[in-house]
């Protein structure tokens, strides 16, 4: 089956930091350009982060600077590490494949 699945969230103080993961099965994830997604509690979809076929990441302005991208080719796996993170970050986190998500993972950001 082609699917991803994410992991990595949880609940972290202002300031703090997580690694989400996204593991795909049933193709190569150098093979298509990745996304990572957001969505806030009664928001709609934010785009994260994307990371091209030649390794090169993309950020959105909220994220950008704090956010980092990369692939582990052998492990097939996405990962989105977040530094200094703020309340305006709590969402589920999702990562894409041309439409295709799994479940997310949630990040809570609060004192």
């Known amino acids: 089956d082609v699917q991803v699945t994410e992991s990595g969230g949880g609940l972290v103080q202002p300031g703090g930091s997580l690694l989400l993961s996204c593991v795909a099965s049933?193709?190569?994830?150098?093979?298509?350009?990745m996304t990572w997604f957001r969505q806030a509690p009664g928001k709609g979809l934010e785009w994260v982060s994307g990371?091209?076929?030649?390794?090169?990441?993309f950020y959105g302005d909220s994220v950008k600077g704090r956010f980092t991208t990369s692939r582990d080719n052998a492990k097939n796996t996405l990962y989105l590490q977040l530094t200094n993170l703020k309340p305006e970050d709590t969402a589920m986190y999702y990562c894409?494949?041309?439409?295709?998500r799994g479940q997310g993972t949630q990040v809570t950001v609060s004192s």
């Open positions: 990371l091209n076929l030649r390794g090169t990441a």
């Open positions: 894409d494949k041309a439409g295709l």
């Open positions: 049933g193709f190569n994830i150098s093979d298509y350009y």
